[in-house]
């Protein structure tokens, strides 16, 4: 019987620098591309969601879509190729037991989606979150 070991926890500071590291990526957009965001997003204009590269995604963090499509939480991001191009795989989370194909997509690696601060604050230690959400 093979006795798997849990993975050992991410230290905070490296938590932190990758909050920090999706907090920047989201502040350095183009102002118009962040303008599309408020604008279609009702949740980043409240700012209770921001735009985070897929890069920067991980498990655990809640996508919001902005119409009609349900909202979805990353189980699974890989670095893959498409069509001899750089990607990230993202893979959702399953929304209930009869949910036996939750899928995924292929973006980008520089692509965003909108991901919630709540979310967020179950991803990463709320104590480490030092850096303001861009409006």
Same mark, same amino acid.
């Given at each position: 019987? *093979?006795?798997?070991?849990?993975?050992?926890?991410?230290?905070?500071?490296?938590? &932190? #620098?990758?909050?920090?590291?999706?907090?920047?990526?989201?502040?350095?957009?183009?102002?118009? &591309?962040?303008?599309?965001?408020?604008?279609?997003?009702?949740?980043?204009? +409240?700012?209770?969601?921001?735009?985070?590269?897929?890069?920067?995604?991980?498990?655990?963090? =809640?996508?919001?879509? *902005?119409? =009609?499509?349900? #909202? =979805?939480?990353?189980?699974?991001?890989?670095?893959?190729? *498409?069509? *001899?191009?750089?990607?990230?795989?993202?893979?959702?989370?399953?929304?209930?037991? +009869?949910?036996?194909?939750?899928?995924?997509? &292929?973006?980008?690696?520089?692509?965003?989606?909108?991901?919630?601060? +709540?979310?967020? +604050?179950?991803?990463?230690?709320?104590?480490? =979150?030092?850096?303001?959400?861009?409006?």
């Amino acid at each position: 019987m *093979a006795c798997h070991a849990a993975a050992p926890p991410t230290p905070r500071l490296d938590l &932190l #620098d990758a909050y920090v590291a999706l907090v920047r990526a989201t502040q350095q957009m183009p102002q118009t &591309l962040l303008s599309f965001f408020v604008e279609t997003y009702q949740a980043v204009a +409240d700012q209770t969601a921001i735009p985070v590269r897929v890069d920067h995604l991980r498990p655990g963090m =809640r996508v919001i879509a *902005a119409e =009609r499509l349900e #909202d =979805r939480t990353v189980s699974l991001v890989t670095e893959t190729t *498409a069509d *001899a191009q750089p990607c990230i795989s993202v893979r959702w989370a399953k929304t209930g037991p +009869d949910d036996f194909h939750p899928g995924g997509a &292929l973006y980008p690696a520089d692509y965003f989606l909108v991901v919630t601060l +709540d979310s967020l +604050d179950a991803v990463f230690d709320p104590a480490a =979150r030092r850096t303001e959400v861009p409006a």
